[in-house]
């Protein structure tokens, strides 16, 4: 159910939200945070899909400011959805305009649950620093997706030099698998990785973030190799005294093959995540990634890139 509230206030929606919860429509008592989305247009319509997704996990409410309002004069438009339209969370969408855009804490903070935390995402382009956003000083988790802007690369070095305790990209969360199976490869050897490669494409934030974890922790050179056709992580070779472990995901597929020294090719089925579960690996923990952390910030400025022909 969808409940359209036009030239409205906070304290009009609150009193909405109270009534739904009265009549046993909407239980806010079983939500166990507020997931503040700062989204635009279409892009905010993606959001709450993936939030409702996750929302089966981590039933929440969920805010949504949409900056897309097309009025000239200072107004607040906005929807309740509930049931159906919202997963396991109540979602409420924001649309103010003229001078409200300017005041999205304050438009915001009438409706956060009491004694919940607050995790804040930017689906798009994020605050320069997202701890001194109004919003995000807020917050337990600040959560980014600079994959999704233009110029990924260089918001992400930007978030490694203005990174806060709390901070986390989405990039991160798609390399999780990754870091998975790396780890697994290497627990089985004797050997110290004296070089590591990755490939993929070289515009993708989670390419890079892979490279800086391996970078950090096993405090090796690390060079990101470009994979001129591919969209994301395709493979990495770790370089080992006695050979190499060889990890491949061709562009396209779901299967990862393995060569390690003395042991037989195997597979691994690893299909690329979908947005929804990103967002609930990062849901899951409120308190700061240190290992994100490492990488962005020790990691990352390691990392070295080359084109194919140069690795050649």
């Not at 909407?26 to 503040?36: N, S």
């Not at 001194?132 to 990924?152: F, H, W």
């Not at 989405?170 to 999780?176: C, F, K, N």
Request: with cysteine; aromatic share 4%.
């Amino acid at each position: 159910m969808i409940i359209t509230l036009e030239d409205t206030s906070t304290a009009e929606i609150g009193a909405r939200l109270v009534d739904l919860r009265e009549e046993g429509g909407v239980v806010a008592l079983g939500r166990v945070l507020t997931l503040v989305i700062i989204a635009t247009g279409d892009e905010a319509e993606t959001a709450v899909e993936a939030a409702n997704r996750a929302s089966r996990e981590h039933p929440c409410r969920v805010i949504v400011v949409d900056r897309a309002n097309g009025r000239d004069d200072v107004a607040l438009d906005a929807e309740i959805r509930i049931g159906a339209d919202a997963g396991a969370s109540d979602v409420v969408v924001l649309r103010p305009s003229g001078g409200a855009r300017a005041e999205v804490d304050t438009l915001v903070m009438p409706l956060l649950l009491p004694d919940a935390p607050i995790v804040v995402w930017w689906p798009s382009r994020p605050p320069a620093v997202l701890g001194a956003d109004p919003l995000g000083a807020m917050a337990y988790r600040r959560i980014s997706d600079v994959g999704e802007c233009e110029g990924a690369i260089g918001l992400l070095t930007g978030l490694g030099a203005s990174y806060t305790a709390g901070d986390t990209d989405l990039s991160w969360a798609r390399t999780t698998l990754w870091r998975g199976i790396t780890a697994a490869a290497l627990d089985g050897t004797d050997g110290t990785v004296q070089r590591v490669t990755v490939r993929g494409s070289v515009e993708r934030p989670s390419t890079h973030l892979f490279a800086a974890w391996l970078t950090a922790y096993l405090d090796v050179p690390s060079v990101v190799e470009a994979d001129p056709e591919a969209t994301a992580i395709t493979g990495v070779d770790l370089e080992l005294v006695d050979g190499v472990i060889s990890m491949l995901r061709p562009e396209g597929s779901s299967v990862v093959t393995i060569n390690q020294p003395g042991q037989p090719e195997h597979q691994i089925a690893m299909p690329k995540r979908p947005l929804e579960d990103c967002l609930m690996e990062d849901l899951r923990r409120l308190d700061p990634d240190e290992v994100y952390r490492r990488s962005l910030v020790e990691g990352l400025p390691r990392v070295q890139v080359v084109s194919a022909e140069v690795a050649r």
